[in-house]
């Protein structure tokens, strides 16, 4: 028997979650089996476990977007028990099983083998979060950005993506314009490599099409009318990565910063990248990422703990990462 965080839907599609003893034949098919050591809390697992938003494709469900352990049994030639691997994306938590959960069985094309710098926990302190922030910087960097280009703004500053991202950036020489509505977090923000802060009330209301510039490039984990605030104060020729959606999936922006100004969107899928892309994001978060500075990113709960602290993710009361060690 395993413990895990079992969704369920009810007949008046109300859904209930709860902490719940399962045998492994209840599992999902899948040629390996993963033992799972640490798992997170993502803004999607918190809507799912709430029932806040249609995350969940079918029931029941074991939430969870990331997950990391080792392998117990495989029926695939390119895994062995004893393997230290990590899952994210590929729709766990949503459409299968996720990592919510001490154990885990899954598609051998889904892991990916975790950097031998990294262990568990500190895979997941960095989780689907900082999987999306060094996507977007390569992508950033891909279509030419540089440091010496001119600021970098970072919209959801004080969350998972957004730590990270400034965190990434600054370690890689950019000057970083943290964006947040949380102002008590300024001195911390700073601590991660923040040059400056501004309140996210700048651009988060319907705005000019074409505002003063101000930025080289964006990583935006908010969307709506901030991602459309920070296309139009983008320099020319500038480069805006969209990753999230936090404030809404709408875009009420105009054409006017990428034909006046050239301006570049780059649509960032954490979901679904071929392992050679995942592999090189991870290889770079191993190297490019203080880990002994994790710790002033990241809070640790247990699995028992995990439904309440989903309502305060969803409120704004959670700092960076929350990590959720699933056997504690």
């Known amino acids: ?74 029926d695939s030639a390119d895994w062995s028990p004893g393997d230290r691997v990590l899952v994210n994306g590929w729709g766990i938590g949503e459409s299968h099983w996720g990592g919510l959960a001490q ?16 262990n568990a926990r500190e895979a997941m302190s960095i989780g689907t979060a900082g999987y999306t922030a060094m996507l977007s910087l390569m992508a950033l960097e891909h279509h030419g950005l540089t440091p010496d280009g001119g600021d970098v703004l970072v919209t959801g500053a004080s969350g998972g993506v957004g730590t990270f991202a400034v965190m990434l950036l600054a370690r890689r020489g950019y000057r970083v314009i943290a964006a947040t509505g949380r102002t008590e977090e300024q001195d911390y923000l700073k601590t991660l490599g ?37 296309c139009a104060h983008t320099c020319e020729d500038g480069l805006v990565a969209a990753c999230g959606l936090a404030q809404g999936m709408d875009f009420p922006a105009t054409v006017a910063p990428f034909i006046l100004r050239g301006v570049t969107l780059l649509g960032i899928n954490s979901v679904t990248r071929p392992q050679a892309q995942r592999q090189k994001a991870w290889s770079r978060l191993a190297n490019e990422i203080d880990t002994g500075a994790l710790d002033t990113t990241t809070g640790e709960i247990g699995l028992l703990e995990t439904i309440s602290a989903a309502d305060d993710l969803l409120a704004g009361r959670v700092r960076g990462r929350l990590v959720v060690n699933v056997n504690g």
Do not use: C
Request: hydrophobic share 40%.
């Open 1 to 74: 028997m395993f413990r895990a965080i079992l969704i369920r839907q009810a007949e008046d599609q109300s859904t209930d979650a709860a902490v719940t003893e399962l045998s492994p034949e209840a599992l999902p098919e899948g040629d390996v089996q993963v033992h799972i050591d640490w798992s997170t809390l993502n803004y999607k697992d918190a809507l799912a476990i709430t029932g806040k938003g249609a995350i969940v494709r079918h029931f029941p469900m074991v939430p969870g977007i990331d997950l990391a352990g080792v392998v117990e049994h495989s």
């Open 103 to 118: 154990k885990a069985r899954l598609p051998s094309k889904w892991l990916t083998r975790l950097p031998e710098s990294l």
């Open 194 to 230: 923040a040059s400056d802060i501004i309140h996210r009330d700048e651009l988060t209301s319907q705005g000019r099409p074409l505002g003063k510039a101000r930025w080289a490039g964006v990583i935006d984990s908010v969307g709506s009318h901030t991602l459309a605030n920070a």
